[in-house]
């Protein structure tokens, strides 16, 4: 890594390809030879256009998207598709089913039951969300207009491993914070989204996956911008998409094939994060709380159980060149956020700085 670079361990925004970095860099006031920078573009023109269609089609390719689904590149975060999923599908029926495994899936059953009813069909909250829900203990609804969950859930550090089968129901799911890190087999899903902070590109874009005849469900009432029919005939374009960000996302997506597409991006969140679990596991200081089945390969989370040296722990990494490790403000703790970008070396750095504190502090 360039020595003026720092190991971020943030859970979003996060660290992107330095690779990527560079060439958005040396393309900045300039790209290919254009002229201009790609913010300066009219993103009607053939030049933007070329580098959008560019974008969608290596996304498709590298999430082996079928052909009955459209791709989306939209604003407002992935918060809007709390929203924007059950104002789209919620009519079919006027009920959904949500699986709460945390803050972010919480939020989303509250802004859901706005626009329908809305059942709790799993729940971790009786552990502090400290796993995720077997398929036998979900209460499906089989009259639900769709099936929501959070594959990853950043704050907690837990992660889906399977697949919920929800018979005909459609599954909405948010994949923020696990997207592009390992296959996903699309055609199981109405609905996936993303906000490509973790990921995929800066803040301000948000990526939405649909399948074709889930589309022109909505609510009569539903603006032009939140409508998957209405976006999906513009092509992302009823209004100006957030330019930048999907060319930014296009040399993301470049880099992923370049490393092996996602199957090599699972092999090292494999590594990344078995390094860290096998380290906590044998840890005298270190626990991870999360059950060892349902741990997160992107968000890993623990704690030394003394709030004192978890803020020692914090700031002293911080001193050390790895930042952002203090937990998020609801669990405390400390977590670490190894996304695609963050180089294997940097996981292992750590591990050998944790190591250190152990032996300084216990
Ligand atoms: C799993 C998950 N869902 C949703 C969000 C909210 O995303 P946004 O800030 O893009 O609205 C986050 C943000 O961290 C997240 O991790």
């Not at 997506?253 to 090599?264: D, N």
């Amino acid at each position: 890594m360039a020595n003026d670079r720092i190991y971020n361990f943030s859970a979003g925004p996060s660290m992107l390809p330095l690779e990527c970095l560079n060439q958005a860099g040396s393309e900045i006031t300039n790209f290919g030879g254009s002229g201009m920078s790609v913010m300066e573009m009219s993103h009607r023109s053939k030049i933007y256009l070329s580098i959008f269609e560019e974008t969608k089609e290596n996304f498709k390719k590298v999430l082996n998207v079928p052909d009955n689904y459209s791709i989306l590149f939209l604003q407002g975060g992935a918060t809007l598709q709390f929203a924007m999923a059950p104002m789209n599908l919620m009519p079919r029926t006027g009920k959904a089913d949500y699986a709460i495994t945390g803050n972010f899936s919480t939020l989303s059953y509250k802004e859901a039951k706005k626009y329908g009813t809305c059942q709790v069909a799993a729940s971790s909250e009786d552990k502090n969300h400290t796993y995720i829900p077997k398929q036998s203990d979900i209460k499906f609804d089989p009259e639900a207009s769709y099936f929501y969950y959070c594959a990853n859930n950043t704050i907690y550090g837990t992660e889906w491993k399977y697949t919920p089968d929800a018979g005909e129901v459609p599954l909405v799911c948010d994949m923020s914070s696990n997207i592009l890190s390992k296959p996903v087999d699309v055609s199981k899903y109405g609905v996936i989204f993303a906000g490509a902070q973790k990921n995929m590109a800066p803040a301000g874009l948000t990526v939405v996956i649909v399948r074709n005849d889930l589309m022109g469900l909505e609510f009569p009432y539903t603006p032009v911008m939140m409508s998957y029919q209405k976006m999906a005939e513009k092509d992302s374009m009823h209004n100006t998409p957030p330019c930048y960000n999907i060319y930014i996302l296009g040399l993301v997506l470049k880099w992923i094939l370049k490393q092996g597409g996602v199957e090599a991006m699972a092999q090292l969140r494999d590594t990344r994060s078995n390094m860290l679990y096998d380290f906590l596991d044998n840890s005298k200081l270190f626990k991870c709380p999360v059950v060892p089945e349902d741990r997160s390969g992107m968000n890993a989370v623990f704690t030394t159980g003394d709030k004192e040296l978890d803020t020692k722990f914090a700031s002293d990494a911080t001193k050390a060149g790895f930042s952002n490790l203090a937990g998020h403000r609801n669990v405390g703790g400390m977590r670490a956020s190894i996304y695609n970008a963050m180089p294997v070396e940097g996981v292992s750095k750590l591990v050998a700085f944790m190591k250190d504190f152990e032996q300084n502090n216990s």
